[in-house]
Structure formats: C-alpha cells, structure tokens
C-alpha cells in the first residue's frame, strides 16, 4: 500500500453508496487518473475495497484501521505551523476533545490554524479535503486512529464503527 490509498479510501468511504467514477475521484484527491486506478486495484487487493463495486469492505476496514494504520503509516509529526486541524480538533471528535496547544494540523499554506504538524497521508490531502468536507471527516478519523492518544482512538473507532454500520467490537 502507499500513503495515497488512504486518501482513495477515504473519499470511497465518504462518498459510500455508489461507485465514483476514476476522474472524479482523480478530480476529488488531486491524484492523477492513473494514480487513483493503481490506488484503486492497491484496495481491491488489500482486502479493504470490493472488486465489482468499488465500495469499502466494512469488517475489514474497520479490523485494517483499528489495528493496522498506526503500524504501516506511522506518524511524522513536526513543529508549530499554519494549516489545516486534524485528528481530534476536527470533526467529529472536536466536539469531545477541548482545543489546546497540542492541536495537531496538516502544514498548509491557505490553512487558518496554527499548531504541531503533523505530516497528512498525502501531499494533497488538505486541499481535497478543504473541498469536501465528507472525505475531510474520514482522514481526520485515520489520523486520530493512527496519531492519537488512547481516549481519542476509542472516540475515533466508535465513530469508523458506527459510519460502517457495525456494532462496537473493539
């Protein structure tokens, strides 16, 4: 897997129900077309998409973000920066989580808020994101789940459950 699957899969994720056509995904991560095809049969063959339908795999999903991405794409964290809010300061943990000086953010020059970076899964990320605030919603969570403290990874998960229709296991 390469770090631009988790945005491919996060847009599948927030756009669940129906098949996005590859341009529109392309257009919607600012991947090239090619890249979101290879991303694509990347997620088919994981385990983690549906060959025909090209929808996420809810057990394995789930199993893959609770337990795996903390371990394939770890965390590169950095300095104070301007950017974009992300992990447990964005939706929809911010509402559990009280905003403080470790407030993580994705370097971005356009972004409006200020505190530790932390590197997001693909260089595009914040501008697609900024564009949709569904697939926003999603990294946001992978980001929790794979930088978080305990408390916040178990807010995270509950809510990964919940939007893939499963009852919590974890």
């Known amino acids: 897997?390469?770090?631009?699957?988790?945005?491919?899969l996060g847009l599948i994720?927030?756009?669940?129900?129906?098949?996005?056509?590859?341009?529109d995904m392309a257009s919607g991560t600012?991947?090239?077309?090619?890249?979101?095809h290879a991303s694509v049969g990347r997620l088919i063959r994981s385990?983690?998409?549906?060959?025909?339908?090209?929808?996420a795999l809810p057990l394995a999903?789930?199993?893959f973000l609770a337990h795996g991405l903390r371990y394939v794409f770890p965390p590169n964290f950095g300095g104070r920066?301007?950017?974009?809010?992300t992990a447990a300061g964005a939706k929809p943990l911010a509402d559990h989580f009280v905003a403080g000086d470790q407030e993580w953010v994705w370097p971005w020059e356009d972004g409006s808020e200020t505190g530790l970076a932390l590197e997001p899964f693909y260089g595009s990320a914040p501008e697609a994101c900024a564009?949709?605030?569904?697939?926003?919603?999603?990294?946001?969570?992978?980001?929790?789940?794979?930088?978080?403290?305990?408390r916040e990874c178990r807010f995270a998960r509950r809510e990964v459950e919940s939007r893939l229709g499963l009852e919590a296991e974890l």
């Open 1 to 8: 897997m390469k770090t631009q699957d988790m945005l491919t």
């Open 13 to 23: 994720l927030a756009h669940s129900g129906k098949p996005m056509p590859f341009k």
């Open 30 to 36: 600012g991947l090239s077309l090619g890249e979101v």
């Open 47 to 55: 385990g983690l998409v549906h060959s025909e339908f090209r929808q």
């Open 61 to 63: 999903t789930r199993e």
């Open 81 to 85: 920066v301007r950017g974009m809010v």
């Open 131 to 150: 564009a949709d605030p569904a697939l926003y919603e999603w990294m946001a969570l992978f980001d929790a789940l794979r930088a978080g403290r305990a």
